[in-house]
T-cell receptor, first 121, second 116 residues
Framework: AQKVTQAQTEISVVEKEDVTLDCVYETRDTTYYLFWYKQPPSGELVFLIRRNSFDEQNEISGRYSWNFQKSTSSFNFTITASQVVDSAVYFCALSETKLTYSGAGSYQLTFGKGTKLSVIP | ETGVTQSPTHLIKTRGQQVTLRCSSQSGHNTVSWYQQALGQGPQFIFQYYREEENGRGNFPPRFSGLQFPNYSSELNVNALELDDSALYLC???????????????FGPGTRLTVT
């Protein structure tokens, strides 16, 4: 069974500090996808990034960067120079594909419990 | 491009009642997934609909059922409500074409259900 662990329940940082959110996953599949979502107080999950299991290149998008390491089954997320607008709950998720009779892949997301990030001005 | 919308925003029901939640998928998407998010927890997969048929189900009892319509909108029905059903119900839409882009699910704002 697949599992996602986000060991950090809550993190508080002062504005402009860098912060890393940890994510460790378990899966028996060789093909899978990893995601990060942001959930602001409004409740809507905002897609941030998707990574497939064959691509271990780190990715940078503005102040956001992601470090994927298959050897340690980790997919960590770093925010550089944090801002108050970064305050939210961040979820790491894992997706495996299960082909169904319809012919379409059924890719259910398994989420971690989330890390609540508070950026203090 | 229209995003994922859900209705109603909030709902209060009594234990034992039935509830129907609605979701309109993002324009161009043909697949809808439903998730339950209890307070302080990550979302849990309920089921997914593709071409009006259930295409995968999580560990939820049969009193959780759904429908998908020809315009790809969807309903989640919950019968015999229990107190533990109180949660944020999230709908996500995606495009299933067996390409990488089909793995990105875009979420709506959710329906907060309170069962008393």
């Amino acid at each position: 069974a697949q599992k996602v662990t986000q060991a950090q329940t809550e993190i508080s940082v002062v504005e402009k500090e860098d912060v890393t959110l940890d994510c460790v996953y378990e899966t028996r599949d060789t093909t899978y996808y990893l995601f990060w979502y942001k959930q602001p107080p409004s409740g809507e999950l905002v897609f941030l990034i998707r990574r497939n299991s064959f691509d271990e290149q780190n990715e940078i998008s503005g102040r956001y960067s992601w470090n994927f390491q298959k050897s340690t089954s980790s997919f960590n997320f770093t925010i550089t120079a944090s801002q108050v607008v970064d305050s939210a709950v961040y979820f790491c998720a894992l997706s495996e594909t299960k082909l169904t009779y319809s012919g379409a892949g059924s890719y259910q997301l398994t989420f971690g419990k989330g890390t609540k990030l508070s950026v203090i001005p | 491009e229209t995003g994922v919308t859900q209705s109603p925003t909030h709902l209060i029901k009594t234990r034992g009642q039935q509830v129907t939640l609605r979701c309109s998928s993002q324009s161009g998407h043909n697949t809808v997934s439903w998730y339950q998010q209890a307070l302080g927890q990550g979302p849990q997969f309920i089921f997914q609909y593709y071409r009006e048929e259930e295409n995968g189900r999580g560990n939820f009892p049969p009193r959780f059922s759904g429908l998908q319509f020809p315009n790809y909108s969807s309903e989640l029905n919950v019968n015999a409500l229990e107190l533990d059903d109180s949660a944020l119900y999230l709908c996500a839409s995606s495009l299933s074409l067996r390409t990488e882009s089909s793995y990105e699910q875009y979420f709506g704002p959710g329906t907060r259900l309170t069962v008393t």
